[in-house]
């Protein structure tokens, strides 16, 4: 990141670290007040590879619910994925009843959090995760290997 200032006629140009590039985006973020559901603003838009394909959106599991009027999957996505970039704290989701949510979400919603109910994570999610690592790891070395033969290695 290149920060520009302006002294007295004069332009400076600093160029930050990976480190002060990050303090300078939670300073900037703490700053800037967010409305309430503010993550439909990226309504419509997609992820894209490097020749422009869009990238199928991920499933959310059927644990992960949405609290807050007509949110779509792709909104609750955002709403993680922004909490995710802009906060270090935990995401846990919305602590409030559903219904005391939906009786009057500008009192009840915690915009720190993402429009999801609370999450729970048990051992067996723990477990069932832990069992797709295993798979992907061993798909990506027999990918490796199949890679390798064919470079003649």
């Known amino acids: 990141m290149v920060r520009r200032i302006n002294h007295d006629r004069s332009e400076v140009t600093a160029y930050l670290t990976p480190h002060e590039h990050c303090q300078v985006c939670i300073t900037l973020t703490s700053l800037i007040s967010l409305s309430m559901f503010w ?3 990226l309504s419509g838009l997609s992820a894209c590879d490097y020749s422009g394909d869009i ?3 991920l499933d959310l599991p059927k644990s992960v619910q949405g609290v807050g009027p007509n949110l779509t999957d792709e909104n609750l996505l955002q709403s993680i994925a922004s909490r995710l970039h802009l906060s270090n704290q935990p995401v846990i989701g919305q602590v409030a009843s559903v219904s005391a949510i939906r009786k ?3 009192v009840h919603i915690n915009p720190d959090q993402p429009l999801i109910q609370k999450l729970i994570v ?6 069932r995760q832990e069992h797709r690592v295993k798979l992907a790891r061993r798909r990506l070395e027999e990918a490796l290997k199949g890679y390798d033969i064919a470079l003649g290695s």
């Open 55 to 57: 990238l199928k959106a």
């Open 122 to 127: 048990t051992d067996d999610d723990i477990r």
């Open 39 to 41: 993550e439909k603003r």
């Open 104 to 106: 009057n979400p500008g």
